[in-house]
């Protein structure tokens, strides 16, 4: 079975990640649409919106761009720890992102 999940560790990984998503869609842009903080933690609410114009590379192989824009829902949750983070969650409709870019049939 492949792993959808991906774990990503360290600063450098994560600018690394984000910079594949910025190929995959160079407009992509975040929407934070609510906010929620309990001791430590922080939870934004986002929608993310963009045009697939370069290739995404995923865990089954690489997708060519569609030329497709998608808004997708998500949740970021952040976990604090002397005023840097220590944990970032970050989960999106990845089902409605692939849909709308004709990946997968809705």
Same mark, same amino acid.
């Given at each position: 079975?492949?792993?959808?999940?991906?774990? /990503?560790? $360290?600063?450098?990984?994560?600018?690394?990640?984000?910079?594949?998503?910025?190929? %995959?869609? @160079?407009? *992509?842009?975040?929407?934070?649409?609510?906010?929620? /903080?309990? $001791?430590?933690?922080?939870?934004?609410?986002?929608?993310?919106?963009?045009?697939? %114009?370069? @290739?995404? *590379?995923?865990?089954?192989?690489?997708?060519?761009?569609?030329?497709?824009?998608?808004?997708?829902?998500?949740?970021?949750?952040?976990?604090?720890?002397?005023?840097?983070?220590?944990?970032?969650?970050?989960?999106?409709?990845?089902?409605?992102?692939?849909?709308?870019?004709?990946?997968?049939?809705?």
């Amino acid at each position: 079975m492949t792993k959808l999940a991906r774990r /990503v560790e $360290g600063v450098g990984d994560i600018i690394s990640c984000w910079q594949v998503w910025k190929v %995959t869609m @160079p407009d *992509v842009k975040g929407n934070v649409t609510n906010a929620f /903080v309990t $001791g430590n933690t922080v939870v934004l609410e986002a929608t993310w919106q963009g045009t697939h %114009t370069g @290739p995404l *590379v995923g865990p089954t192989g690489t997708v060519p761009a569609t030329g497709k824009q998608q808004t997708s829902r998500g949740c970021w949750v952040l976990n604090f720890d002397g005023g840097k983070i220590k944990e970032s969650r970050h989960y999106f409709d990845m089902l409605s992102f692939m849909q709308q870019l004709g990946i997968l049939p809705q």
